[in-house]
Each structure stands twice: as C-alpha cells, then as structure tokens.
C-alpha cells in the first residue's frame, strides 16, 4: 500500500511545502524540518527510487516545471555568495524553494515597501554537475529502479554553462542548487563532494549573474533534502569473495586491456584500489606508468585510437576520467580550476575522491609548450605527487586535498612529463601484437553478467577495507628491511650508501603494495606470505626495467 504522504510529495511537492508551514512556522527552523520530513518520507530505498532522476538521459527538460526529482551530483562551485529570500510571504504563506519569488528583493524598487525585512532569510547557492567520469554501468545500476520522468523523454540537452565541468564537449548536466537547510548541510559542502540532492526542480535567472543585460535562466534545483554519496557510487560492504575471483578479474584484464601482460594487470588493479592513507607523514595513493605502451598502428584497418583498456576499466570502476594529452589540451585548455568574472570555470583535474584518471601521452606531437602548458604540466604532476590541486582565483591561489588515482600510458621508457610511484614496461604476450590493445568496444568479449557484478564487488570492497599488521609480521618486516640494508651495504660500490640503495621510503612504498595486495586477496591484515609477495612483485617489475 502506497503511502499518502510519498503520493503527495511526489506529485506535488510545493503543495507539501505549504502544508508544512502551517503547522511550522517558526521560519528559523522550518528549513531543517523540511529536510527532515522529506527525509522520512523517502527513507527507505524503494521510496527513494520512486524520485524521477534528473541526468543525461532525462535532462531538465524532461520534467515538468516545479517537479520533484534526485540529482546525483558533484559539487562544483560552492564560490557563490548567498541569495536572499522571503521565508514569509505577505499573506503569511511559505516562501523560499522557488515559492513567492515576485515578493523577492530582486523586485522593483516600488513594491519595496511591502517587504517585511524580518522574513528575509539566507540560503547557499553553489552549482554542481554530473558526476564526471561515471560509469554508464553505475548509471544502469542506480537509476533504472524507478520512474525516469514526468513528461516525454528528449533525446538532447544543451548545458546553460559548459564551462563548469571538468571535461570540455561532454554530454552533462549542470544545476544551480539552493539549499536552505544551510547549518546542516550548506555549510559543510566541499567542491568535488559527491552527494544526491532531491528537490523542486525550476528555471531561473543564474544567481550573481544579475547585472548583466541578458542574464541567463538556468536549471535550478530547490533542495528539499540531500544524501552523501560513498566514493564508490554503490555502497559496498567487505563481503567475502572466492579467492579465485582475483585471479580471474587479472586475467581477464590482461587478456583483454593489455595483450596478455598479467604482472601488468595485478599492477594496474591495484592501482585503482589505493587510496590516501595519510596527509603526515605522506601515503598518498599508488601512481603507475605503464612504459613501452604502443602507439595504435598506423596499417591497421581498425579506426580504434583508445587503448582497450579503457573500456575493460570502464566496466570494472564506479567512476573512470581519461585526460589525452596533445599540444591543443595543454596549450588551449585548463587542468586546474580558475574563476574568472566571479565565476568558476572547472578544469580537467576538478574530480572526485576516489577517481582513476588515465593519461595518454601518445597524442603529444612535436610543437612547442606554452606558459599554459606548462602550468598544466605541473599542476598534473603536484597532483600525483601531493595529491592537492590549487584553485585560481584574481588575487590569491587555494590548495585542496584530491583522491584521485592516476595510470599513465607512455609509449617511450619512462613518462614523457611525469615521474609517478612505479614504472612498469608493458610486456606482451598476445599474438596479436599491439593491435591487441586497441580494439573496439564491441571486440572486448564481457564476462557473464554475475561475474562481472563480482569482479566490481571485489574491487569496492578493497575500496572501503581496512588493514592491519601483527606485531609478528611487524618484527618480521623490521628484520627483513635490515637484512636487506646490510646485505646490500656489504656488496655496495665505491660512493653509494646502503641508504641511497634501500631506504625508509622504499619500505614505505613495499608497505604500501603489500597493504592493496593484501586488500585485493580480501584480507584483514598484511601476513608474511603476502610481504614477501610485495617483494616478488617489486623484484619482477625492477628485473624489467634493467
């Protein structure tokens, strides 16, 4: 049986809102009891999917004018200075969310006298996006539960501000939101924060935009309630997996992102596992480069120019961000975020904690860097380095913490521009060659539906795992990293030390494997078996590189 009150805040959520207040009409605190109402009404998950989605496939204008729908976003911009508004309209009716604007400030100066400042009341204005580089498997997964629209489906959106999310000329959908509940939650948002907000979705002038002579209207969502968003999009839990799902998630990567190369793909999984482990002393997430990645062929009849194994992490990752670099993307393009005119433009590094971000060199040709590009370059490399990225502004520069994971495809050596965590020379096994690596999406062959969704839960369930050591492997591994110092100052050469050779950051760097390996055969703690495994893993990746 349907609830009346989930069939009313469904239909008509303004109708809802007035109700509300007259039974609240202390307009201090009616902000956050109506995020607690609207938070009952859909407490649970088959209430919650009955919202209509606002995304790319069913965009603003695929909704009705005032309807209620869930967006499930990234905080952008939170610059923005606050907007005022009428709690209390004259007639002692509700304002705010969108209700009673022709009683706003922003009235002509004649009808001034009608205002009744002690109604006026503030609520936060930021802007926020799709979840840039979202899986479209994530998509399926979170969004074909529940109804999609309230009017016809339109196959086309054209974003009121494009220059506000990360990647240039990609279907997205970006909203201005107002939140009025600004104690417990305005004031705690962060840019890059992942969070779903449900609300009255309208049109309206862009806010702070009101001196220019044709201000435009863009979409804008009056925050009824919101929900924080886990770093995996789907909420994940340390459920345990076989063991042999592992072995069959690297294989299956090999075989079909990287030519046969399983060390490469044990490397690149757990890559995408590791996370900030701590800002002091610094364990910073694990960065690859996968060297000696050839360029597609030049004779071969296939158009593919994108690596693979985009498309096999594509359907592995919640969320997955390729930045091809090329003289244009570094020349005429932003990585870094930078706020020009009072307004935020985003740049390609402006993503969300917990993001795999793929860079490919082989689109850099000969030409020269400009300033721009060099910018560029840094800004990339500080953030694999220190996992911060500075947001521009006029007058001043502000860093902010990232998460964001990062692989590398190089074709020479080494990276071209950037030094990162482990280099790996890709070895192929694959009789096809190079051409292995570049085939189509539909060349990929998928494994049944139930595995896949396996090969994804051991991925989130590494995300969110916690690792511990024993005091007996702790003095295990203190032992080694002394064994190993003095054996290598015993054979050390004429000028060199056994601390240039093997030091407290290479064990730190050892610890940091062995803790994804141990995560990614879905244990608790770090054991003797899986250190020396980290050993073996380094031994075989330095053997490649000599």
Not at 66 to 72: A, G
Not at 332 to 344: G, Q, R, Y
Not at 364 to 381: D, K, M, P, S, Y
Request: aromatic share 8%.
């Amino acid at each position: 049986m349907v609830s009346s009150f989930l069939t009313d805040a469904l239909t008509d959520p303004t109708l809802v809102l007035h109700e509300l207040f007259q039974d609240n009409h202390n307009i201090d605190s009616f902000p956050a009891t109506v995020s607690a109402h609207f938070s009952h009404i859909f407490r649970s998950l088959d209430a919650f999917n009955e919202i209509p989605v606002l995304n790319v496939q069913f965009p603003p204008e695929a909704h009705k004018d005032r309807s209620l729908v869930r967006f499930r976003a990234m905080v952008q911009d939170t610059s923005t200075s606050p907007e005022m508004y009428m709690a209390k309209q004259t007639d002692s009716t509700c304002g705010g969310w969108g209700i009673g604007d022709e009683s706003s400030t922003t009235q002509d100066q004649s009808h001034s006298e009608i205002i009744d400042y002690t109604s006026l009341r503030e609520c936060t204005v930021i802007w926020a996006v799709t979840i840039p580089g979202e899986c479209s498997w994530v998509v399926n997964e979170l969004d074909s539960s529940g109804p999609t629209s309230t009017t016809k489906k339109q196959t086309t959106h054209s974003p009121s501000q494009p220059h506000k999310f990360p990647v240039p000329d990609t279907p997205h959908i970006g909203v201005q939101v107002k939140i009025y509940d600004n104690f417990r939650v305005a004031e705690s948002l962060r840019s890059t924060e992942l969070r779903t907000f449900v609300g009255i979705l309208t049109s309206e002038l862009l806010h702070g935009d009101l001196e220019t002579p044709d201000p435009p209207f863009v979409p804008t969502l009056h925050v009824l309630f919101s929900q924080p968003i886990p770093s995996t999009l789907i909420p994940r839990t340390s459920k345990h997996l076989e063991r042999d799902i592992r072995d069959e998630l690297i294989t299956w990567i090999a075989e079909q992102g990287l030519g046969g190369d399983r060390e490469a793909a044990e490397w690149v999984l757990l890559c995408t596992l590791a996370r900030t482990q701590s800002r002091s002393p610094s364990i910073l997430p694990l960065s690859l480069t996968l060297s000696y990645f050839p360029l597609p062929s030049l004779s071969s009849h296939s158009m593919v120019n994108t690596p693979s194994l985009l498309f096999v992490l594509s359907h592995l990752l919640p969320t997955l961000s390729v930045l091809p670099l090329s003289l244009h993307t570094l020349n005429t393009t932003s990585f870094s975020p930078e706020s020009k005119k009072e307004n935020l433009h985003s740049g390609w590094l402006q993503l969300p904690s917990g993001s795999i971000c793929v860079v490919t060199e082989g689109g850099v040709t000969e030409g020269g860097i400009l300033e721009r590009g060099l910018a560029n370059l840094r800004a990339l490399q500080k953030m694999i380095t220190s996992q911060v990225l500075e947001y521009i502004f006029p007058y001043s520069r502000f860093s902010f913490d990232t998460e964001v994971g990062f692989l590398i495809l190089s074709e020479g050596r080494k990276s071209t521009f950037f030094q990162t965590s482990v280099n790996l020379p890709l070895k192929l096994v694959d009789t096809n060659g190079k051409e292995g690596l570049y085939k189509s999406p539909g060349e990929i062959t998928l494994p049944p539906p139930e595995k896949l969704d396996l090969f994804r839960s051991l991925i989130g369930n590494a995300k969110v795992g916690s690792i511990t050591i024993g005091e007996k492997v702790a003095e295990y591994i203190r032992n080694d990293f002394v064994r190993e110092r003095q054996a290598m100052a015993s054979t050390m050469v004429t000028g060199s030390t056994a601390g240039e050779m093997f030091g407290s950051d290479d064990l730190i760097h050892r610890m940091m494997v062995a803790r994804l390996l141990a995560l990614s055969l879905q244990e608790v703690e770090i054991t003797v078996e899986i250190w020396e495994r980290a050993k073996e893993l380094e031994t075989t990746r330095l053997t490649r590189l000599a």
